[in-house]
């Protein structure tokens, strides 16, 4: 397996960390950009989407809960640090040119 030059996976390891501000919007942008175009982009913006597409209903759920039992915030509280940790190791491999999966449900198949 070929390396990818550093400018494309510095920018692959930004997508990651900029979708925890932007969730799910900034990996189908950049799959839709990239599909076509580049496979390392878009084999990246598949691994957020399943990322995203497991824990936002997910965190959803939970906050919907919180509002008739608050001692389950305390959940989504958890379910965003996890979330943010997953973010930054996949930011880390993904810069250093190692593989990452997310350990989160497939919607979307990636090909490393």
Known sequence: MKKEAFLNRGLASLMHLFSLLLT???PILVY???RNK???FADHA?????LHFTFFPVFL???FISKKWSAVSIL???LIILETILILIAAIYTLNGK???YPVIRYFKVNH
Not at 46 to 50: A, D, H, Q, T, V
């Open 24 to 26: 799910f919007i900034l």
């Open 32 to 34: 839709l950009v990239s």
């Open 38 to 40: 580049n496979k390392y």
């Open 46 to 50: 598949k691994e957020g989407m399943n």
């Open 61 to 63: 759920l939970l906050t």
């Open 76 to 78: 989504s509280f958890t």
């Open 99 to 101: 593989k990452f999966s």
